[in-house]
């Protein structure tokens, strides 16, 4: 069961607590891991990822009880499909009251203006209510520079081929990118600084990389400016979950 209501993050500009600067990726099997996590993070205001581990075993019926206990969402499918299908899928994560959702933005253009004109739809039907944070995609922070250029047959520097991904979500009118916190200065160059960066490959100094490639402490990510840090197993993977959560915390704030 999830417990008490916390106070809510307003927005992106008036964001105080450093908690809610926090997405704690729920990457669990099911509904009872979560919710066990939940309760030892009780009270911690940060913002919560649903992904596709989560969401296909759990529904939205979880994403509903998360916004119940009074937790920002953020809802981790990244469509990439036709824009006419993302439209839709955008629509229907919209009208789930999600406060921020993501697709690729190697869907191109096209895709992430239907996926912005998905919001708006639902937007219509939703009077009062806040719109989602729409987020591109850029490179996975699990991909490396060799694999950008020899597996997948992108040439030249991976931030390169992040700049390109965050100008077009940028141009089609999205509100930010997820992206490396390494990319985050070149991303708010050009940009600018109230374009959205979300940012996982945060690794506490010690902490094992895993898959990840392009990682940095969540100290230095938020000193690069990013608005935001999503990290999961640090957490979740932790003999003390939320100790290792006010670690961080206190390594942001100090
Ligand atoms: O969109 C994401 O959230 C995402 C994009 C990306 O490039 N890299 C990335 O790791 N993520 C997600 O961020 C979380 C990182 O988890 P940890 O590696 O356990 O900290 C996972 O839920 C990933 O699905």
């Known amino acids: 069961m999830i417990l008490s209501p916390l106070r809510r993050a307003s927005n992106l500009k008036s964001n105080r607590n450093p908690a809610e600067r926090i997405i704690v990726a729920l990457d669990y099997p099911d509904a009872a891991g979560a919710e066990s996590l939940l309760r030892q993070l009780e009270g911690i ?4 990822k649903v992904g596709m581990e ?3 075993a759990a ?11 009074g937790y920002n969402v953020f809802l981790d499918l990244k469509l990439h499909d036709i824009p006419n299908t993302v439209k839709g899928g955008s629509a229907s994560v919209t009208r789930l009251g999600v406060d921020m959702f993501n697709v690729h933005a190697a869907g191109g253009a096209a895709m992430m203006e239907a996926a912005r004109e998905g919001v708006e739809q639902a937007m219509s039907g939703r009077p009062g209510a806040a719109k989602p944070i729409l987020i591109g995609v850029t490179q996975l922070t699990s991909t490396s520079q060799q694999v950008l ?3 997948i047959g992108i040439a030249g520097p991976i931030e390169e081929a992040v700049l390109r991904y965050a100008s077009l979500a940028k141009q089609s009118g999205l509100d930010g990118v997820v992206a490396s916190p390494l990319e985050v200065t070149r991303i708010k160059e050009r940009c600018g600084a109230s374009f959205a960066t979300v940012t996982p490959g945060i690794r506490p100094a010690g902490a094992a990389i895993g898959d990840q490639s392009r990682v940095m402490t969540p100290q230095d990510a938020f000193a690069q400016g990013t608005d935001y ?8 993977g932790a003999a003390y979950p939320r100790q290792a959560l006010e670690q961080i915390i206190e390594s942001i704030t100090g």
């Open 45 to 48: 205001p940060c913002y919560m």
């Open 54 to 56: 989560l969401f296909y």
């Open 59 to 69: 529904g939205p019926q979880f994403v509903l009880r998360l916004k119940e206990a």
């Open 149 to 151: 250029n020899d597996e």
């Open 229 to 236: 840090i999503v990290i999961g197993r640090p957490i979740t």
